[in-house]
């Protein structure tokens, strides 16, 4: 049972350029929910999907940010035209149907995002 | 007030020590959370959870004031391996709340 899984690792852009980050959560996960960890620094929440619905996006910036989760495969986090601020490991978490209260999250290895 | 304050440390404390830390919540409405584990550069991974009649696990002891609305997280016989970030979070919003994280160093 393979768990959370991101990809890729690790990602350099270059002022401007657009990243694409990938999540696809636990099998039978239906919950979907993106973090930021800025270094040395705390986890930020940033938006909570489940198949084809956004939930709460109450902690994504307002331009240059956009998630989905659609019917058929992961979860895209999508950042358009990247900024030396935007550098952070980028963590995915899915939970099952009746989310954390009872289960927690099982987080994916995460995305490192450089940008250069 | 931020919804879930930690004590960011470092809790620097010899092997053998024990240690606990504390997590402060501002929703008086909530009644479970849980903490979790983060290695430098990975993942945190979930340690236990915390409800009002507490949790053990070995070395670990979880319990939750809801008095006072914080929950603390003991870790008895530390070792050089318990060295990590501790995070909390508070299940009792959709936006699911984590706190900054305490850092804990175990010494030889």
């Known amino acids: 049972n393979a768990g959370v899984m991101q990809n890729p690792r690790h990602l350099v852009r270059r002022r401007g350029q657009e990243a694409r980050l990938r999540c696809s959560p636990m099998k039978g996960h239906s919950h979907v929910y993106w973090y930021r960890q800025l270094p040395e620094e705390g986890l930020k929440f940033m938006v909570y999907?489940?198949?084809?619905?956004?939930?709460?996006e109450s902690g994504m910036p307002k331009e240059r940010f956009s998630a989905e989760f659609p019917k058929e495969g992961p979860s895209i986090l999508r950042i358009q035209q990247v900024v030396r601020g935007d550098s952070a490991a980028y963590f995915c978490?899915?939970?099952?149907?009746?989310?954390?209260?009872?289960?927690?999250?099982?987080f994916g290895s995460g995305t490192r995002l450089t940008v250069v | 007030r931020k919804e879930v304050e930690q004590d960011p440390g470092p809790f620097n404390v010899p092997e053998g020590a024990t240690v606990a830390f504390n997590c402060t919540y501002s929703n008086s409405a909530s009644q479970s959370f849980f903490w979790y584990r983060q290695d430098c550069r990975k993942e945190p991974k979930l340690l236990m959870s915390v409800y009002s009649s507490g949790n053990e696990d070995g070395r670990f002891t979880a319990q939750l004031n809801r008095a006072s609305q914080y929950i603390s997280l003991l870790i008895r016989d530390s070792k050089l391996s318990d060295s990590a970030t501790y995070l909390c979070e508070d299940t009792g919003r959709r936006a699911l709340t984590f706190g900054s994280g305490t850092r804990l160093q175990v010494q030889p």
């Open positions: 978490a899915s939970s099952p149907e009746l989310g954390t209260a009872f289960y927690g999250y099982t």
């Open positions: 999907l489940q198949k084809e619905n956004i939930i709460d």
